[in-house]
């Protein structure tokens, strides 16, 4: 199974990868679903919506600051090195996350689309003010404070930048996904239990076009049904003798 994984993406002309939180459990992120997930101890509709922002919005901040020390502290680990090596090499044209943790992003992945949000992007509840923590240099300071943030330029909460249910996603990234989904070859869908909708559109939409799906997950997921190959692992293990493949193959 892996080999063939491996010489569809060596054959491949454009391929991409789609990953959800899968992909960052070995680097010590909770993922959302399942065993350990956050939601098992949480309450999504008390946490990640407008509506709990507006009702409580100390006790959604308590949650986003201690997800982001976590993450904060997280490392790439060798699947999200796997992918930037892809990428690297001309295999992979793109990668579109589910992921806020800004992982890819930090192992090297250049074309990378972030369909909800990230965790160290901040905006304004009201205006337009957006700020990166991470680029500003101010990231230390946020997590450190105690009070609810406040708009520089109106006054107004600051939230995080992240998409919460019943939120439209951001346009550009959407777009940019639908496309890429349309002309991929090959989509490789690593980590995601794929019920989230608009996001578990994008193998579908690959497969709909006549491309091929290839699925790395501990366990079967909603997007199985449309997968041509299912690679039962973790992303680590699975995609590091992946590339090793590739690699042979394309040289
Ligand atoms: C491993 C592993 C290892 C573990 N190796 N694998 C159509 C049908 C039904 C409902 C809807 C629909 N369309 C829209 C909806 C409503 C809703 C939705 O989808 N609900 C469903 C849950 C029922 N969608 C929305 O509300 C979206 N917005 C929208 O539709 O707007 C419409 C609109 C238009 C115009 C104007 C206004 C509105 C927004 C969805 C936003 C999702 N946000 C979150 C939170 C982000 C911020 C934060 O982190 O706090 O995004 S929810 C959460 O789920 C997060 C994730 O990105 C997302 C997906 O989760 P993911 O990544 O798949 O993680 P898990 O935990 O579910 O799965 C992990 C997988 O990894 C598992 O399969 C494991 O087996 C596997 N795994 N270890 C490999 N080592
Ligand atoms: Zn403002």
């Known amino acids: 199974m892996i080999e063939e994984a491996a010489r569809l993406m060596a054959r491949s002309r454009f391929a991409i990868a789609f990953t959800g939180a899968g992909i960052s459990a070995e680097s010590g992120v909770p993922t959302f679903r399942g065993p350990g997930g956050l939601w098992r101890q949480y309450r999504a509709e008390e946490l990640a919506t407008p509506e709990a922002f507006r009702r409580n919005p100390r006790l959604v901040w308590e949650f986003y600051r201690w997800r982001m020390n976590l993450i904060g502290k997280a490392k790439p680990n060798r699947a999200h ?128 076009s006549g491309g091929r799906v290839i699925e790395i997950n501990t366990e079967e997921s909603g997007i199985t049904p449309v997968a041509d190959i299912f690679l039962r692992g973790k992303a680590g293990e699975v995609m590091e003798e992946l590339v090793k493949m590739i690699g042979r193959l394309v040289k």
């Open 81 to 208: 090195y796997a992918l930037a090596e892809l990428e690297k090499m001309g295999v992979l044209k793109a990668v579109i996350t589910q992921n806020i943790d800004d992982l890819h992003r930090e192992a090297g992945t250049e074309n990378l689309i972030e369909l909800h949000g990230n965790i160290f992007r901040v905006r304004c509840s009201v205006c337009g003010y957006r700020e990166d923590l991470k680029k500003s240099g101010r990231l230390g300071e946020f997590l450190a404070g105690k009070s609810l943030p406040h708009c520089p330029d109106c006054g107004s909460l600051l939230r995080p930048d992240v998409v919460w249910f019943g939120e439209a996603l951001p346009e550009d990234a959407m777009n940019m996904a639908f496309g890429l989904a349309e002309r991929a070859d090959v989509c490789l869908v690593i980590g995601t239990s794929g019920v989230v909708y608009p996001a578990a559109y994008i193998p579908r939409i690959v497969k709909e």
